[in-house]
Nanobody, 123 residues
Framework: VQLVESGGGSVQSGGSLRLSCAAS????????MGWFRQAPGKKREGVAM???????DYADSVKGRFTISRDNAKTTLYLQMNNLEPEDTAMYYC??????????????????WGQGTQVTVSS
């Protein structure tokens, strides 16, 4: 299994980025797919997820600004990030898992992880 993120970069506050996650060795439609982020000195946190039944959830901090999606072939995951803020600066990771609880943004429920792509937002 391999998850490879791309699309990170440096933008100014209010800008946009679109992250992609190319999956191989698994079918993204058979896993709950999520985006997580980790800022220096902080714990990794869930940002957005899309489940097998296409249920979507977001962290409160990104609701209304970020959009998670999956392509029809179910092999690539996306995260459209608009109106970026300096607080969004972090390494962003793609992950696949099978959450069992109602909170499907817990890192412990994801088995497969990418290497991450850096997002830096300047004020």
């Amino acid at each position: 299994v391999q998850l490879v993120e791309s699309g990170g970069g440096s933008v100014q506050s209010g800008g946009s980025l679109r992250l992609s996650c190319a999956a191989s060795g698994l079918t993204t439609s058979t896993y709950c797919m999520g985006w997580f982020r980790q800022a220096p000195g902080k714990k990794r946190e869930g940002v957005a997820m899309i489940d097998i039944d296409d249920t979507i959830d977001y962290a409160d901090s990104v609701k209304g600004r970020f959009t998670i999606s999956r392509d029809n072939a179910k092999t690539t995951l996306y995260l459209q990030m608009n109106n970026l803020e300096p607080e969004d600066t972090a390494m962003y990771y793609c992950a696949a898992g099978s959450p069992q609880s109602s909170d499907r943004l817990q890192t412990r429920d994801y088995s497969y992880w990418g290497q991450g792509t850096q997002v830096t937002v300047s004020s």
